[in-house]
């Protein structure tokens, strides 16, 4: 259970980023708002699942997650670059994630 809250958690963080890029091409209250909700809800989540899971491998999950997935969100929904090395260092960061799963 601690690992779906986890991912979750993961995900959240990675709305959160998307909205933080929405805002700044919108400056718009509602990608404010929702950015707020979103990371309010990963911290959230990231606290629930450090209960059972040991820190230093939750975060890195976490981070792993909000960071390769707020890239692979910013090459689709905001143009970024998709150059290949991008995609094989995005690989790696998830490589490493789904490897801390592993251990």
Known sequence: MAWIVLILAGLCEMLGVFMMG???QKRDIASFVYMIIAFSASFGLLAIAME?????TAY????GIGA???AILGMIAFGESKDWRRIVF??????ATIGLKLM
């Open 22 to 24: 929405r805002m700044y």
């Open 52 to 56: 059972t899971l040991p820190m230093g």
């Open 60 to 63: 890195a999950i976490w981070t």
């Open 68 to 70: 390769a997935g707020g």
């Open 90 to 95: 995005i690989t790696m960061i998830l490589g």
